[in-house]
């Protein structure tokens, strides 16, 4: 076997092979540089819908247009967004998720309306209970499967059959 390779001493480091020291690979980005990720605030959307943030740390005072890898919506205006930059230029930040409140601050907080539309109804679904009010009226539905109306004045009006069923009916 040749003396050089047989004498040769291992050595812990990664970057020396057989003695010879190779390249580094790049390391990522520090943190608050313009490559590395950073948090930003959703402003809004342009009128094509692409996302619009503002509170960016390289770009004070400028609403800058994002892409994003996560689906934004209009009742996510405000949250703070967790952004990477293409090519490390703070003019082109990608949305990577969107920041959830703390536990701590939901503990008596209800949970956002969640709504479904699929064209031919909207449903809306809650876990408790939901409660439509305008004014001295409201339509409160619980889990228990009560419907409670409320009001100075309730019409029930019909073109056909109008139909009052239960187990038991009371009136006045």
Known sequence: MNGTVANMKLHDDPFL????AIAEA???PALGAPGGVMVARLQGFDPLGQPLLDELPLLPNQ???ARSTVR???NMVGRLVVVCFENADPRRPIVLGVVEPHPLHQTLAAAPLQTRVDGERHVIE?????VL???DASITLTHAGKV???GTYILSRS????????AAIDIN
């Open 26 to 28: 790049p390391r990522p």
């Open 133 to 135: 009010r305008c004014g």
């Open 148 to 150: 409670l109306i409320q």
């Open 126 to 130: 809650a876990d408790r209970e939901i």
């Open 63 to 65: 609403a800058v247009e």
């Open 17 to 20: 092979v057989l003695g010879e």
């Open 72 to 74: 934004l919506s209009r």
């Open 159 to 166: 073109k056909g059959y109008n139909k009052i069923k239960g």
